[in-house]
């Protein structure tokens, strides 16, 4: 059996992959576990970095890390948020794009990150793909989910994937659009406008980091990891099962050095649930053929 599926058909999963910058390439590990295991994948939504994987999986990449991490990582941008290497120099670097993003709407423009996906992904648009593709972003103004599900998919992932402060908004048919997870962690409402079978939420965020704040940039923080915290949990509640790819550790949006070891935790992890994500699919086939016999019984 085949794990990717056309939009024609209507039995299998559709997974719904949340952002997390390099935890990301989890999902890359989690898709190549499902499809090892010939499991039908019939729609994908993705909102920031699990925007990436669903995209690389709709257009049938190789399930790998390296395809995918050469032409997103932006080494320089990187640096900067790692505690690694020379602390001046970091320091010089960082300053020098704060003061960027005082004369601009963000630390960086994002022209290496479109060349690159448009070098790895071509002009494709969203509708075209062989598989039912909804990407996640938020309006800027409102803070409303917007599902994008026709158009140009490079602009697409860009939209879903800015970071406020780091990458400029992106202009949508009349919006301003930011990061999928400013307004939904895990893009259920994206996932569930493309398929009524079950949705599973597959979650790479980091783990909580329990401590009492030092300072006030401490306690902002917080404050965000709380909110986060909370949308994850709302969208959980809309999931009818959640794949938990969580590091034991925390692990830094940018730190690309960590892309592999959180690749093959995504596929351990997806591997041991296998069982559960078929008896999830045995159940949602039961549940069609009773409607199908309900439907046939009340048409006689």
């Not at 640096?79 to 020098?96: M, S, V, W």
């Not at 935790?265 to 699919?281: S, V």
Request: with cysteine; aromatic share 6%.
């Amino acid at each position: 059996m085949a794990a990717l599926v056309g939009k024609e058909e209507n039995y299998g999963l559709t997974l719904a992959l949340s952002g997390g910058g390099v935890r990301g390439f989890a999902h890359l590990g989690a898709l190549r576990a499902i499809r090892d295991a010939g499991l039908p994948i019939v729609g994908l939504s993705g909102s920031s970095a699990g925007a990436y994987a669903a995209a690389h999986y709709a257009l049938g990449k190789p399930l790998e890390v390296n395809p995918l991490l050469n032409h997103v990582i932006d080494k320089n941008l990187a640096d900067i948020f790692l505690e690694n290497g020379n602390r001046l120099l970091r320091l010089a670097r960082l300053q020098k794009r704060l003061f960027k993003a005082l004369r601009s709407v963000s630390m960086d423009d994002a022209h290496k990150l479109r060349e690159g996906l448009l070098d790895f992904y071509g002009d494709v648009r969203i509708e075209e793909l062989p598989i039912n593709l909804a990407l996640s972003a938020a309006d800027l103004h409102t803070g409303e989910v917007v599902v994008l599900r026709e158009g140009p998919l490079v602009e697409a992932l860009m939209a879903s994937s800015a970071i406020p402060g780091v990458f400029p908004p992106v202009p949508w048919k009349g919006r301003l659009l930011v990061d999928g997870d400013v307004a939904e962690k895990i893009p259920v409402t994206a996932a569930q406008s493309i398929s009524k079978g079950p949705v599973v939420g597959v979650d790479v965020s980091n783990p909580v980091r329990r401590h009492n704040p030092h300072n006030s940039y401490e306690v902002m923080l917080m404050a965000a990891e709380a909110s986060i915290r909370r949308l994850k949990r709302l969208a959980q509640e809309r999931c009818d099962y959640t794949i938990s790819l969580v590091p034991q550790e925390p692990i830094e949006t940018f730190d690309y050095t960590m892309a592999n070891q959180v690749y093959q935790m995504g596929r351990a992890r997806t591997q041991a649930l296998i069982e559960d994500l078929r008896r999830l699919l045995e159940r949602e086939r039961a549940r069609g053929l009773r409607l199908w016999l309900r439907k046939k019984t009340e048409g006689r």
